[in-house]
């Protein structure tokens, strides 16, 4: 039964205001707390079933510690909806991931009770460390604490920070391990199955139950039976615990929805110095049984009944990027051996589970690790494999590095399919996919292409499995231009050649990828307004089609470009610097995202925004009339 009617829920605008209920009191607030978030959620979409799991562990955080003074750094950002409705923004949270409304994640400009920003995972123990260090250092009585869950701990920043703090002995730093064993699709690795092991031990649970009821309000008692913690555990669980060899104290775990004991523990654990770990066990979309049932799915579900659960549809369309992505790669690997596919805790949301499915032996799921599921491919592509490695644009930024080293420069043919590339909406300025085009542009050995419909983006895949070299292709979230692409023959499109889409002796307009749909619908508008527009689809940014660009040069005194991407260093600043480069005195006007973050909106209104939309392209026509 989801709660439509409050009657503590008005009364909570700060922390402030919830130290001064009950325990029991906190359990109905609680209650009421959740069933807001499910009735927001339902009419206004966003990360349901996470802040749903967290919203306990929220509460009990505020109800103990002092914040904002003292620090609680969110990993994951799309947890917190409970945190930000207690911390004074429940009138504004109905606002969320709309133009001008609230951020769905943490915002150090939104509020003092975001301590730190968190759109991408594994940044809060790092972040808490640093943090809790400056306390440290200046002499300050502050607790820091980072909540990190949902997957991240397989982010390879998590263990890099627990490293670091972990030799920082004195530095007061609190780990909270949100274990829910999920991340958006189901958790992988090995680490999931130690923390299982870890929270499945009825013997040692037992104990450590017993334990905490007995001592927990005795500290000096507590610290005692730390000291002899590794040996019961190394006795009961066959093995060392992993967090305390990182001389980390590990307490837990800890049932994340018993809302009397998360505070006790808490407030134990408060009064307990250097660097600790709680884990605690939740449920991921816990209280309402749709989100439980089907976790990933209502991990971001969109429109919905509250009261039935029936996720309403925003009816038919042309298939999605993803899908296109998803079920050519199949058919790719039907027909290749070589192929095999590999998502950083992606596979639903980039449809490579489509592949997981039918071969499950050539498809893996690194877990939240970027850089690692780059070299990953690198070392398959090393050994005679043809690797597909699918990363959404905005986290590939994370693995920089390894493409330049591990890939580009050994020429190794991996495939590296960006998905989410160029503006995605509500999610905002940290998930954008604004700056690809732009970072991968100087890289030697790289092809870096964009498709403009579904037919291309499969024929793209089929020209990379061909290509001996690495090939980047990008695509945008949403649906595609509605071209026919199931079962069509597979055409290979040589690299570094465009088209000419459209004639025209006026003005030129280059686009690459699907901004380009835009761009025609402008031409169209133009050329009917009598203004002649020629119209090319560069296809490829690197390399670029020389002969093309000498052709526009030639023929034309006025050239806009179109992208869906950053413009300082992104492909109209390149089509320039060629037209300079050769002598060409063309006047070129380049269209995209500027030097600035864009926040958070529907597509539509982001394109608008930035002026790249369909009429802002055929503004940009018109000002050469």
């Known amino acids: 039964m989801v709660l439509t009617e409050y009657t503590l829920l008005g009364r909570i605008d700060s922390p402030d205001d919830l130290k001064k209920l009950s325990l029991e009191e906190l359990r109905a607030y609680c209650d009421e707390l959740r069933g807001y978030i499910i009735q927001q959620c339902a009419t206004n979409p966003g990360h349901l079933a996470s802040s749903l799991g967290t919203v306990e562990l929220s509460a009990a955080l505020h109800y103990v510690f002092r914040t904002p003074d003292d620090k609680i750094v969110w990993d994951v950002g799309h947890q917190t909806y409970a945190h930000k409705i207690i911390t004074g923004r429940r009138e504004a949270f109905a606002s969320k991931r709309r133009l001008g409304g609230i951020s769905g994640f943490p915002r150090m400009d939104e509020s003092p009770y975001d301590a730190f920003g968190g759109g991408h995972s594994s940044v809060s123990i790092s972040a808490a460390f640093g943090m809790a260090k400056a306390a440290e250092l200046r002499g300050e009585r502050r607790q820091v604490v980072a909540v990190i869950g949902d997957g991240a701990m397989t982010g390879g920043l998590a263990f890099e920070g627990l490293n670091n703090a972990g030799a920082s002995k004195r530095t007061n730093l609190l780990v909270i391990l949100n274990d829910n064993n999920m991340a958006i699709d189901q958790a992988t690795g090995a680490l999931k199955n130690y923390l299982l092991k870890i929270s499945t031990s009825v013997r040692y649970n037992r104990l450590k139950r017993r334990v905490w009821r007995a001592f927990s309000h005795v500290p000096p008692l507590l610290h005692l039976c730390q000291k002899t913690g590794n040996a019961v555990k190394q006795g009961l669980l066959k093995n060392s615990n992993l967090f305390e060899s990182l001389n980390f104290r590990y307490f837990g775990p800890v049932d994340g929805h018993n809302l009397k004991e998360l505070v006790r523990v808490l407030a134990a654990l408060r009064d307990i110095d250097g660097p600790k770990l709680l884990h605690v066990m939740t449920v991921k979309g816990k209280g309402y049984l749709p989100a439980e049932h089907d976790q990933s799915v209502w991990h971001a579900p969109g429109k919905f009944d509250p009261s039935t659960g029936r996720r309403l549809s925003g009816g038919a369309g042309a298939a999605r990027y993803q899908d296109v992505f998803g079920e050519t790669l199949v058919e790719l690997a039907r027909q290749d051996p070589r192929v095999v596919g590999i998502t950083p805790a ?197 390399p670029l089609d020389l002969e093309l660009l000498h052709e526009v040069g030639r023929s034309f005194r006025s050239v806009v470009t179109v992208e869906d991407g950053a413009v300082c260093g992104g492909v109209g600043q390149t089509v320039t610097a060629f037209f300079n480069a050769h002598g060409y005195p063309v006047r070129v006007r380049s269209l995209g995202i500027g030097d600035t973050f864009v926040e958070h909106g529907t597509p539509d209104e982001l394109y608008a925004l930035c002026g790249y939309d369909a009429e802002g392209i055929y503004h940009a026509l018109k000002s050469f009339c």
């Open 346 to 542: 992606m596979p639903s949301g980039c449809s490579m589970n489509l592949l997981m499915r039918e071969m499950p032996d050539r498809c893996f799921d690194v877990g939240i690790a970027e850089g690692h599921a780059v070299t990953f491919s690198a070392g398959l592509a090393a050994a005679g494999m043809r690797p597909f490695c699918n990363i959404y644009s905005t986290f590939m930024q994370r693995a920089y590095d390894n493409v330049i080293h591990d890939v580009a420069l050994q020429r190794l043919p991996v495939v590296l399919c960006l998905d989410r590339g160029g503006l995605v909406g509500e999610d905002g300025a940290t998930h954008h996919g604004a700056f690809d085009l732009a970072y991968f542009g100087p890289i030697p050995n790289l092809i870096v292409a964009a498709p403009m419909d579904e037919a291309e983006l499969r024929n793209l895949l089929y020209t990379a499995l061909l290509t001996e070299q690495p090939f980047v292709i990008r695509y945008p979230r949403g649906r595609g231009a509605g071209v026919s692409w199931r079962g069509i023959p597979f055409e290979q499109l040589p690299p570094g050649r465009g088209r000419r889409l459209h004639e025209g002796h006026d003005v030129a307009v280059l686009s690459i990828g699907t901004i380009g749909n835009f761009a025609a619908a402008a031409v169209a508008r133009a050329e009917a307004e009598g203004l002649s527009v020629a119209h090319y689809d560069l296809r490829y940014c690197k």
